[in-house]
């Protein structure tokens, strides 16, 4: 019940095209759901986050869907560019749990290509 | 922009040894955590400290490790005997406050032979 399963497992997209990611989790008690963006040798870096009041939010080119009643949400990546090309995480929380840990999903491989 | 620094960036250790691995959180932040990742594996959460105690812990989080702030900057996990298993990228994270988000570091890479 604690899991987030995330896919696709990898991801090759062209230049300019829109990457989809997405993550669903079972636990109805999460109320807080960030993406992070990792890159070769770094740590994961936060993209973007939302909380399940909202259906939608947009940060630039990252959106962020939510459908509460599915338990799932995505991540699209609009005009997707070759520095967008990284391993992207969604994440899930308790807020109510205080430490606010993080469930992290398996990660997706994106691949943007010229 | 500040940011959450680890070391060292790779450690190499017997299996058997302790080993320490070394975090600098943001400073005025208040949450500090412990994740790993396994070669090829998902992010894990294994623990978390805030107000000089530990305030979750994972199943993973065993009587091996332990956490400690020894002073007003670092925050360290420590591995008291080593196993082959323990090999991962072990990455270090604080937040401020409330629904503040967490910041990683670059993480440790350990290795244990």
């Known amino acids: 019940q604690q899991q987030v399963k995330q896919s696709p497992q990898s991801l090759i997209v062209q230049k300019g095209g829109i990457s989809i990611i997405n993550c669903a989790y079972e636990?109805?008690?999460?109320?807080?759901f960030p993406w992070y963006q990792q890159f070769p040798g770094k740590g994961p870096a936060l993209l973007i986050a939302?909380?399940?009041?909202?259906s939608e939010k947009k940060e630039g080119r990252f959106t962020i869907s939510f459908n509460k009643s599915a338990k799932q949400f995505s991540l699209h990546i609009m005009d997707s560019q070759p520095g967008d090309s990284a391993t992207y995480f969604c994440a899930a929380a308790r807020s109510g749990a205080g430490s606010y840990q993080l469930t992290f999903g398996k990660g997706t491989k994106l691949s943007v290509i010229p | 922009e500040p940011e959450v620094t680890q070391t060292p960036s790779h450690q190499v250790t017997q299996m058997g040894q302790e080993v320490i691995l070394r975090c600098v959180p943001i400073s005025n932040h208040l949450y500090f955590y412990w994740y790993r990742q396994i070669l090829g594996q998902k992010v894990e959460f294994l623990v978390s400290?805030?107000?000089?105690?530990?305030?979750?812990k994972s199943e993973i989080f065993d009587d091996q490790f332990s956490v400690e702030r020894p002073d007003g900057s670092n925050f360290t996990l420590k591995i008291r005997s080593t196993k082959l298993e323990d090999s991962a990228m072990y990455f270090c994270?604080?937040?401020?406050?409330?629904?503040?988000?967490?910041?990683f570091g670059d993480g440790t890479r350990l290795s244990i032979l």
């Open positions: 400290f805030y107000n000089n105690e530990i305030s979750e």
């Open positions: 636990n109805t008690a999460f109320d807080y």
């Open positions: 994270a604080s937040r401020l406050q409330g629904g503040q988000p967490q910041h």
């Open positions: 939302i909380r399940p009041d909202v």
